[in-house]
């Protein structure tokens, strides 16, 4: 009966992980800290979890990401107690530890932003490890997390109070998921999640420092076509779910 159940649980992790675009999964290896693929396949400063049924090797899903999934029958609880534990606070800065995430940054470039990410499948825990450079602008607020297979998009632009970020997000299963699995990155990392809309063709929400009333997020969603591929006056139906990302309040810029 366990490993029947076992069977069961490791088909449901890896459809929650997998069910993307065909080539979206980690491949590889890719070099250039803290991106390299090191012990237990996972970039340096962060370990491979001790009581997993099964993990992957680890890899990128392009340039400036990594991502190591595996899964346990330890709660979410105990999964994040122990990144907290065995992190290495030499390299890496811990953002927050919540009820489903953890957020991190690399301390030699704080642009680089990172978690751990559970689902509860209901008989074990499914964990992913990954790390993104968000080419975040010097002075971005250290306390506002990345997002899970978030890839950026350009430049970030900034005025006087704020800024604009726009982000990939098309490795997620959707942009109503990529929102939903957000809004408890930033509950997790001390931010009230004012609004939230995860149905209809332009999911997002809106967020409130808890500890900086002032500083606010909006995120919104869209679904973009790629007019690059284009012949003659047809344009290619290819397109991929995109989120802008703004930050508003930020006193003292």
């Avoid at 992913?128 to 602008?137: C, K, Q, R």
């Avoid at 149905?199 to 997020?217: D, F, H, M, Q, V």
Wanted: hydrophobic letters at 40%.
């Amino acid at each position: 009966m366990r490993s029947a159940l076992t069977v069961v649980g490791l088909s449901f992790a890896i459809a929650l992980a997998f069910v993307v675009v065909a080539d979206r999964g980690p491949t590889g290896s890719i070099g250039g800290a803290p991106f390299a693929n090191l012990h237990g396949g996972l970039p340096q400063g962060l370990e491979a979890y001790r009581n997993q049924v099964q993990g992957t090797r680890g890899g990128g899903l392009g340039e400036g990401t990594f991502e190591w999934s595996a899964e346990t029958p330890d709660p979410a609880a105990t999964v994040l107690a122990f990144y907290d534990q065995t992190i290495d606070r030499a390299l890496w800065d811990v953002i927050a530890v919540g009820e489903q995430t953890m957020s991190f940054s690399y301390r030699p470039n704080a642009r680089v932003r990172g978690g751990v990410r559970t689902v509860d499948t209901g008989r074990s825990t499914f964990l992913v490890v990954w790390v993104t450079d968000l080419s975040l602008p010097s002075g971005f607020p250290a306390t506002f997390p990345g997002g899970y297979r978030a890839r950026p998009i350009g430049a970030a632009r900034s005025d006087g109070t704020g800024y604009e970020l726009r982000w990939d997000i098309d490795g997620n299963l959707d942009s109503g998921r990529f929102i939903d699995d957000f809004a408890h990155v930033l509950t997790d990392a001390g931010w009230d999640v004012v609004t939230l809309t995860t149905t209809g063709a332009t999911p997002g929400l809106t967020c409130r420092s808890r500890s900086a009333p002032s500083l606010t997020c909006a995120v919104t969603t869209s679904y973009e076509l790629d007019t690059t591929k284009s012949t003659g006056i047809v344009y290619s139906v290819h397109g991929s779910y995109v989120a802008t990302v703004r930050l508003d309040g930020l006193s003292g810029r």
